[in-house]
Each structure stands twice: as C-alpha cells, then as structure tokens.
C-alpha cells in the first residue's frame, strides 16, 4: 500500500465572529473608567476620530442690543468662516513647526503639571520601623539583625520569618540570644504590638506595666483567651478568684487592643466607584437616566479626512490608509452607542421588575435571573451577563452593583419566592431583637424564619450566618 499525500477542496459552513463584534463585545462589558481610557487611547491612535467640544450659546440677545448690530456681527463670523477654510490647508503646516518650537517648553510644562498632580506614595510599614530605628541606639553589631526583623514583617504587623531563619540570613554571625535581644528592640517601637509572632503576644506587647490590672489582664492573654472568645466569663473568674464584673471590665479593655497593627500601613488602593445609570423618582414613577455623557468623550469622524477622500490626486495607498482609519471610527462609535443602548435598555427593565425594592428596600428585593431580562429585552443571556459587569446604579436605596438585582432565594410555605437577601435581612433583625442574655440558636432562629412564612433549614441559618460574620449564639451572649 502506497502513502501520498494530496490536496482536495473541501467546502464547510463556520460561525465565526467578525471584528466588529469582537469589538462590540469588549467594549460592552467594559465598565466606565476603562471605556473612558480605551477612547482616549483610540482618539490617541485614530487620526480620523475627534472628540466634540460643546460650547454654550447665548441664543437670546441682551437688553439694548441693537438687532442690526447682531446681523453685522453675523455678517463677519461668516467672512471669518471663509478665511478659515481658505486657511485650512496651513493649519498642518502651522501646527507642526508651533510644536516643534515649542516642544521642549511644552514637555518641561506637562511633566511638572504631572507632578503636581500625582498623589505621593504612602510610607510603609517597613520604611516608617526603619525612620525610628534610625533615630535610636542600636548597639552596632545588632543594626543587622534588627534590619532583617524589620523586613521580615508582614503588612498585619507580625514577624513572619521564624528567628532561626534570619540568623542563617546574616552576613555576620549571630547568636540565637543576639537575634532575640534584636526582636526585644523592634518591639518597642511603634505601633504597639509590632514584631509579634502570635496574637497572644502581640496583645500583651500594647500592655502598659504601669496599669495596676497589667497582671490581671496579662495572665486573661495567656491563659484565657480562647475562654474570652467563647465568653465563658463565670468559669474565667471562678479560676482566676475575681468578681465577674472585673473580668468583663478587663474583657472590655483587651477588645479596644489592635490584632493587627500593621494594618494602619495597609497600602491597598479603595476601589473608586462611578455609578452609570441613575434612577431618579419623579411624578410618581422611576426614571432611569444614563450619567456617563459627563466622562465620556462624544466622538465624530474629522470633516478634513472626508474631504480628502473625495478629493483628486492623493496616491491610493494612503486613500486606503484613511479609509481603514474612517471605518474602525465608525465601528468604534456604533459599538460604543449599541453600549448604551443596551445598558439602558436592561436598566429599565430591573428598574421596573425591582420597583418594590426601589420602595421599601431589602426586604422586597424579589428574585431575578439574567434569562428573565434577556427574553424580554430581547438578547442573548450573555449580553444580559457583559452588560452588567462591574456596573453600578444609583438609586434611591443606594449605590448598587448591578448584578446585586439578580438573585436566587427560597420559596416560601404560601409558594412565593424570598430572595436570599431578603432572608439575611430578616435573619440579622432576629438576632438584633433576640435576648442577649438567652441568645437564640440557630435551630430557633430557623424556627422564627419558619413561623414568619419562610422555609429555612438550620444548616442553612448556619450558614449565613457564618457569611455575615456574625457570632454564634455562645459568643453573643452577655452577662
């Protein structure tokens, strides 16, 4: 059997995707501030596109202004509006020398104008340790050690690295004492408790030995901490010997200490929020109205490049470079309008599925699927999903990630669904109401739910309760 090979025609149908709704694509499920980035870039790199400047008007003449005198004054914009486009094939020419000219001025300008304008680098942990190290009398053969303990710090405050391992980490040797007296001198410096290497120390480090309960307090770190957490104050003072009302004075106090001192040099940026759709209440119904027209560049193709396009004499290479340059503009500006189209579109659907939370809050917020609010506007579940992404809404409850109003829930003892928001909700004002001294377990508080209509098993109580960080029923109860 002889192998050869050999080419053959083959004909297939494939759904491909063409670039412009790649690009329609993306620029639907970028939130504002990269959308606004993006059309700075494309405005950077587009010649063809430019960004329209709207200027105010006054339409209505002044008091004693003369009408002749306006047609006069419109007569001569008009003359200037002539010299303007007889002047218009200078403008390049001007432009590019004026740069030239005046380049490096303009640079120096920018670049200090950028200064200015950047926000200064937060001092860390590490560098605000190493200002007062360098500030007191560090005995000269322990300044290593104490630089290598510094560094080994991590952003909570806790030493990280244990204390045998920084003395292997030493260009002069040191002994293990050398390396712990090192720590002692680390620890004093602020913020209090820094330099620990568990919570129990780190808690006994922010102690004053001055205070006359600092033995008291000291042993309730060591010994009884874990007695604290669970609230088993009766037993704490029945070992120690003294009054419950000392003990829970003291238990007061140990909870106004920092567990974590080096979170005041947490250099983690806050998320800055821009809502794209507001919802405004006006004559007795919601209006939703898109907001990024403020922050938005409003784009349109140059009248200079469709003017060259019809003109005669250009070679057809760069015809063709403009006309590739006009079409990606257009394609830029359709896709950027099906955006907002689209946005608005799904905004006013939640708003009109979502009008009982708008009015009441929480506690109405009814469940919702993307697929609801794509059969209805009419797309794809995964137009609905990009959409949404990372976009927020004002409203009159709050400023909400949009897919906050898609939920899941349960379905209650009369057949009607309770989004799980709405239970949580329901579940904190049971525990808020609850007898602190007989707090509720979560068996009973699951009985509460059932009594009020909602069907909720106690594993599921658990549960949410663990996701909203609220503590059991031990830990909540107060003598």
Not at 136 to 165: F, Q, R, T, W
Not at 270 to 297: A, H, Q, R, S, W
Not at 369 to 381: F, L, P, R
Not at 440 to 452: F, G, P, R, Y
Request: with cysteine; charged share 30%.
């Amino acid at each position: 059997m002889k192998l050869q090979s050999s080419l053959l025609p083959q004909l297939q149908q494939r759904m491909k995707l063409s670039p412009q709704i790649i690009q329609s694509i993306e620029i639907l499920q970028l939130p504002l501030l990269a959308l606004v980035e993006h059309v700075q870039q494309e405005l950077e790199d587009n010649p063809v596109l430019e960004e329209v400047i709207e200027e105010k008007k006054d339409e209505n003449p002044k008091e004693g202004e003369d009408t002749a005198q306006i047609a006069e004054d419109n007569e001569k914009g008009n003359e200037f509006d002539k010299l303007g486009e007889i002047a218009e094939d200078w403008r390049d020419y001007y432009s590019q020398t004026t740069v030239r000219r005046n380049n490096l001025s303009d640079e120096r300008d920018q670049k200090q104008e950028a200064l200015e304008n950047t926000a200064a680098k937060p001092m860390s942990l590490h560098d605000y340790l190493m200002g007062q190290l360098s500030l007191i009398d560090v005995p000269s053969h322990l300044v290593e050690a104490c630089e290598n303990i510094i560094y080994s710090i991590d952003k909570s405050g806790y030493l990280s690295s244990p204390l045998e391992e920084i003395m292997q980490s030493l260009e002069k040797p040191l002994p293990i004492e050398g390396i712990k007296e090192a720590l002692k001198i680390v620890q004093l410096l602020e913020p209090p408790g820094v330099g620990a290497r568990n919570l129990q120390e780190c808690l006994v480090l922010q102690l004053d030995k001055r205070d006359t309960n600092y033995q008291l307090t000291r042993e309730l770190l060591l010994n009884h901490l874990e007695d604290i957490e669970m609230r088993k104050y009766p037993l704490i003072a029945k070992k120690i010997g003294h009054s419950l009302e000392v003990i829970k004075r003291q238990v007061e106090f140990i909870r106004t200490l920092n567990p974590k001192p080096g979170s005041i040099f947490c250099d983690e940026t806050i998320p800055y929020v821009v809502p794209e759709v507001k919802v405004e209440y006006i004559d007795g119904k919601y209006e939703v109205f898109l907001i990024d027209n403020t922050n938005l560049p409003h784009l349109h193709i140059s009248s200079f490049y469709k003017k060259f396009l019809n003109e005669n004499g250009s070679d057809n290479s760069t015809r063709q470079y403009i006309q590739k340059k006009i079409e990606s503009a257009k394609w830029l500006i359709d896709a950027i309008e099906q955006r907002r189209s689209t946005l608005y579109k799904i905004a006013c659907k939640i708003v009109e599925l979502q009008k009982d939370f708008l009015d009441e809050g929480i506690p109405r917020l009814r469940t919702l699927k993307m697929q609801d609010v794509a059969d209805i506007v009419g797309v794809h579940v995964s137009t609905v999903s990009r959409a949404i992404a990372h976009k927020y809404i004002q409203t009159p409850q709050g400023i909400f990630e949009m897919k906050f109003f898609f939920t899941g829930g349960f379905q209650n003892v009369d057949g009607s669904m309770e989004s799980w928001e709405a239970i949580r909700q329901k579940l904190s004002e049971i525990v808020a109401k609850e007898d602190k001294s007989n707090p509720l377990s979560d068996e009973e508080v699951a009985e509460k739910l059932h009594a009020s209509g909602v069907a909720i098993a106690r594993r599921t109580v658990t549960k949410y309760r663990r996701i909203m960080k609220m503590p059991s029923s031990r830990q909540r109860r107060e003598y």
